[in-house]
């Protein structure tokens, strides 16, 4: 399972040692990400055991998740910005 997006959190866990002032959303936001894969997963697996013949275009679903993720993590990282910036 790779998503550009979960990079994100990843290297700014890496980049503070896990003690960073983001760190709860960050994990947030990965738990998140992990759930709607995971129901993606779910949603191809079960139209796979159905018999749909075109059951791998679900995996097109995978986009906008992680687009959604990459949002959310880009508005958390600008609010820790601002916060530093006052």
């Keep these: ?9 990843v290297i700014y866990l890496l980049a503070t040692r ?3 002032s983001e760190r709860r959303p960050m ?7 992990i759930f ?3 129901l993606v997963w779910g949603f191809v697996y079960y139209n796979w055991q ?3 013949t075109e059951y791998y275009w679900g995996w097109g679903l995978l986009v906008p998740v ?13 609010i820790h910005w601002a916060k530093q910036r006052e």
Excluded: D, E, H
């Design 50 to 52: 159905a018999g749909y």
């Design 66 to 78: 992680n687009a959604i993720g990459l949002i959310y993590y880009l508005i958390f990282c600008g």
């Design 36 to 38: 709607w894969s995971l």
């Design 1 to 9: 399972m790779y998503f550009g997006a979960m990079l994100i959190p």
């Design 18 to 20: 896990g003690r960073g």
């Design 27 to 33: 994990l947030i936001g990965t738990g998140l990400q």
